[in-house]
């Protein structure tokens, strides 16, 4: 436990979340220790009522992650097998963001690159400082960033997805923000009161109907557009029928603020 708190910070204020990856002496690499950490955390997220909007970011302001820790304990050494299935836990926090029930957004200061850029990309938003860096190095130390291509591939296009995996070349916050990578490039000193703004916008909703969004956008992404219409006409009867729904027309009729029961 000590190295987990040690690796990844968990605190709650006023219904957001916060995830800090602390080891910024290590550009916030993706050590086991982290990876356990950031997992133990997402599950802690879920399971608390309290939190309705989570941020993901990197201490310091050096890097946000610079993806997996490629000096760390083992990397090498371990056997194929036992490195095979270590890979696991990098998609199974993928898996555990996409069904969190609650939005991520990803909190972005300086180097964002390889497994740290498919971890950001992971997330529901993206809020990056303006002198922040976007890339996949990878090809260059002859990997290929494999796993984060599923993330990758649902946020850009395939020629200039396919520019940045082949060249490992490194973009800009505004260029990132150019193509859709993320939401929005802010001076580094407008960074926390730009997140702080959105999360707290965003966990001002009913929690229950912002999930039923949430979890039906992810499934309905991959389905086929008869499938999704069908699946997405359930899912509004669904919202229609929550206590929230009928809070928030009531309050738009009587022209108030809704109070939100949460179901």
């Given at each position: 436990m000590a190295n987990e708190a040690a690796a990844v910070l968990y605190?709650?204020?006023?219904?957001?979340?916060?995830?800090?990856?602390?080891?910024?002496?290590?550009?916030?690499?993706?050590?086991?220790?982290?990876?356990?950490?950031?997992?133990?955390?997402?599950?802690?997220?879920?399971?608390?009522?309290?939190?309705?909007?989570?941020?993901l970011t990197g201490a310091g302001d050096k890097?946000?992650?610079?993806?997996?820790?490629?000096?760390?304990?083992?990397?090498?050494q371990k056997g194929f097998a036992e490195r095979h299935h270590e890979r696991r836990g990098f998609a199974d926090l993928f898996r555990r963001i996409n069904r969190l029930g609650k939005p991520v957004i990803a909190r972005v200061r300086g180097h964002c690159l390889a497994g740290g850029f498919g971890l950001a990309l992971g997330c529901d938003l993206v809020v990056a400082s303006d002198d922040s860096s976007f890339g996949t190095p990878e090809v260059r130390r002859g990997l290929m960033p494999m796993m984060i291509m599923a993330t990758i591939?649902?946020?850009?296009?395939?020629?200039?997805?396919?520019?940045?995996?082949?060249?490992?070349?490194?973009?800009?916050?505004?260029?990132?923000?150019r193509l859709g990578l993320i939401n929005c490039a802010v001076p580094?000193?407008?960074?926390?009161?730009?997140?702080?703004?959105?999360?707290?916008?965003?966990?001002?909703m009913s929690p229950a109907v912002v999930r039923l969004?949430?979890?039906?956008?992810?499934?309905m992404s991959d389905m086929g557009f008869d499938q999704a219409l069908e699946y997405l006409q359930a899912m509004l009867t669904v919202n229609l029928g929550t206590d929230d729904a009928a809070e928030?027309?009531?309050a738009f009729l009587e022209k108030r603020d809704p109070v939100w029961k949460g179901r």
């Amino acid at each position: 436990m000590a190295n987990e708190a040690a690796a990844v910070l968990y605190e709650v204020a006023g219904h957001v979340g916060r995830l800090t990856i602390n080891r910024p002496e290590a550009r916030n690499a993706l050590s086991p220790e982290v990876m356990d950490g950031l997992l133990a955390g997402l599950d802690r997220a879920a399971a608390d009522p309290e939190v309705r909007v989570l941020v993901l970011t990197g201490a310091g302001d050096k890097a946000f992650c610079a993806g997996g820790d490629l000096g760390g304990r083992g990397f090498l050494q371990k056997g194929f097998a036992e490195r095979h299935h270590e890979r696991r836990g990098f998609a199974d926090l993928f898996r555990r963001i996409n069904r969190l029930g609650k939005p991520v957004i990803a909190r972005v200061r300086g180097h964002c690159l390889a497994g740290g850029f498919g971890l950001a990309l992971g997330c529901d938003l993206v809020v990056a400082s303006d002198d922040s860096s976007f890339g996949t190095p990878e090809v260059r130390r002859g990997l290929m960033p494999m796993m984060i291509m599923a993330t990758i591939f649902r946020n850009v296009g395939r020629k200039k997805g396919m520019e940045l995996l082949l060249t490992g070349e490194r973009i800009s916050a505004a260029e990132a923000e150019r193509l859709g990578l993320i939401n929005c490039a802010v001076p580094a000193a407008e960074l926390d009161a730009r997140v702080d703004e959105l999360a707290a916008r965003i966990a001002s909703m009913s929690p229950a109907v912002v999930r039923l969004g949430r979890d039906a956008f992810y499934a309905m992404s991959d389905m086929g557009f008869d499938q999704a219409l069908e699946y997405l006409q359930a899912m509004l009867t669904v919202n229609l029928g929550t206590d929230d729904a009928a809070e928030g027309v009531r309050a738009f009729l009587e022209k108030r603020d809704p109070v939100w029961k949460g179901r």
